[in-house]
């Protein structure tokens, strides 16, 4: 029996640390790009990707991203992210 996916419209994920400069970053269309690239295909309420943003002059911070919800359970080249602060776990 083969399992049916359904795209996801919509991602919501979090991210920590929650500052000013981590959302700017995330919010760039290259960055909505790049996370659509990498983490095309399934998705899964609470996953956690280990990812990066620039800081400027070449530095960049880690930055922790969870999946939050989704209407859909697959990342695909229509998906929109939505980004939402977190407090440190």
């Known amino acids: 029996m083969s399992e049916t996916r359904t795209r996801a419209d919509e991602v ?12 700017s970053e995330l919010d760039a269309p290259s960055y909505r790009r790049y996370l659509t690239r990498a ?17 400027g002059c070449g530095s960049t911070r880690d930055v922790t991203l ?8 697959v990342v695909d080249a229509e998906t929109a992210f939505v980004f939402e602060a977190r407090a440190d776990d």
Not at 39 to 55: N, Q
Not at 66 to 73: C, K, L, P, T
Request: some cysteine; aromatic content about 8%.
């Open 12 to 23: 919501v994920v979090s991210f920590a640390p929650a500052d000013e400069r981590t959302a």
């Open 39 to 55: 983490h095309e295909g399934p998705v899964a309420i609470g996953d956690e990707w280990a990812e990066f943003v620039s800081c």
């Open 66 to 73: 969870r999946v939050e919800a989704a209407d859909g359970d």
